[in-house]
Every structure is written in C-alpha cells, then in structure tokens.
C-alpha cells in the first residue's frame, strides 16, 4: 500500500533562507498568502517550481521550500516554458514585476500568454523600479518625478491586464498585496488549466509608498475598489450604493436609488465576456472610477505542453522513433572537400 501523503502547513513551504526584503515590503504579505494557498491546495513541494527573472519580486524563489529557478532579466517565461515543455507534470509558478515582466521581458511575456501553457504568472506591480533604487517603470504613471524622470515621466504607463487580455490569456485576475480576497484569487488561478495572469497591486515603502494607498486604507478603499463577482451587479462603496453602468458603450458610475437606479440595472458581471473584461481593464482611480479587482476574465482552451505533446505522438506513430544520425543525415545534405 502507497504511504499517505504528509498534511502541509504553510511553514512547510518556507525555505530556509533568510527574506531580504525591506521592512514593510509588500512583498512578505504576497510570499505569506502563496503559502497558504500552497498548503490549501496541497501542493507537493518535490513537483513546484518557482521561476523568476530579476527584480525584488523575483527573489521568491529563495523563500519557498520548493524547487525553483531565478533566472535572467525579462527572461522568466523562457525559462518556466522549458520547463513546464521538459516536465509538463510540474506545477510551475512564475515571478515577475513590472518593470522585469513589461519591459525588458515584456516580448517574451506576450508570446507566453498567447501560447497558454499551464502555468501561473503573478506580475507584482508597484510602479517603480525597486532594486535599482527607483527609477520609473512601465507602469509608473505620468508626470512620476523619479531619478530618471526628474521632471516627470512624459510617458503614458502600461496597463497589465489589458496587455495580458490582448495576447489571449485565459485568465486574468488583480488583486492587492494586503487585501482580504488575494488568496481566494491565487487559488482560483491554481486550479486554472492553463496560462493564469494575477496582477498584484504592491506597496513599495521606500521608492513609492503609499502607490495603491486609496486601494487599502480602511476608510476610503471599498469607495475605490470594485469587488468583480461572477453573474452579479457591479455594485461598490461602503455603503454598497454605487454602482456601474454602461451608457454610450462606456461605463458610468450612478448611485444607487437615484433617478429610480435599482441594483438590476446595472453592469454585471461575466467571466466569460473578453470585450467586458477589457472594458473593465481601462477603469482606473486616476479617471474617476473604482479600479476592479478579482477575476476579470476566464476561458479554457488546450494547453500548449499538451499539443505538443500530441505532435510528438503523431509524428512518431507517423514516421517511426527516428534517431538523430538519420536526421542530421535527412534531406538536402553536402559534404564540404579541402
């Protein structure tokens, strides 16, 4: 008889290495919440790997007691689609940042999400380059007085989920460091088949504090954030009184009971509409309306390990197990004489 499994504990899934993260990081509240969910999915830490590319978030490898690879600036999907290709088996989770996942690797990570391989991407986004000691970054918004923009950024910012829609992945979610729904969002991505894209709004105390302030402040945040829930009203606020609606193909923020505005004529919301989620994407603070959070958008569609893996089936069934004598040796092929 096969021995039981082991029951994991968050702690199981901390490494030994000590986190080197400034105090106050909003990072050690993501690295808190992955272990919990690891541990409530039971993730078996001999089959998930961990790959990042370079930047503070990418340091995650370190920090969990699993496999894991911290691999080259903006080269993370390369690397996490060798893998996930070599051993399609493995749980493979990806680490990366604004500026590492938009920037110099923003090429590599677009071609990822279109390819849908199952694997989890989480894109920490504090708007700021952070280990290089705060210049602007992809998602920096404009007019951000930085070392490298003194007079401010000139350039319009990148928004990650209507980049990661764009390129057809097949689910794409937002949530904040420290709120109350992000291990709710990362488990959903967990038992998503396929490429999962979390944006993860995230405070750098030390070179842009206080970035996401009106999306966590106790007070003001639930008047600036809007909570997605499948099939239901697009409903926000303290006092759950406003609310979305789409006039002239664009959404409106109304009040709730003003002008006869009742809960059903409003904007729902639906998972599997992509135009919606987009639409959902464009919604920010700095124009006046609550920035959504949770799941935006869902589909499924095969995997890429596995078409692959199909192709391989076929072509042997096809033409025989081959060597690589006969195929270096195939086709068109010279000989080069002094």
Known sequence: MATPLPVLTPKDYASDQDVRWCPGCGDYAILT???????????????????????????????????????????????????????????????????????????????FLRRNFNVKVMLFNNRIYGLTKGQYSPTSEEGKKTKTSPNGSIELPLSPLSIALAAEAGFVARSVDIDKDLPNVLERAAHHKGTTFVEIYQDCNIFNHKAFEYTTDKDTKEENILRLEHGKPMIFGKARDKGIILRNHKPEVVKVGDGGVKPDDLLFHDEADENLAFLLSRMSHTDNFPEPVGVFYQAKDDCYEDLLAQQLTDAVKARGEGTLDSLFNAGETYTVTA
């Open 33 to 111: 919440q992955v272990r919990r969910v690891m541990a409530k999915i039971q993730a078996q830490r001999h089959n998930t790997v961990f790959v990042s590319g370079i930047g503070c978030s990418s340091r995650f490898p370190y920090y969990m007691n699993t496999y894991g690879f911290h691999t080259i600036h903006g080269r993370a999907p390369a690397v996490a689609s060798g893998v996930k290709i070599a051993n399609p088996d493995l749980n493979v989770w990806m680490v990366t940042g604004d500026g590492d996942g938009l920037s110099i690797g923003g090429n590599h990570l677009i071609h």
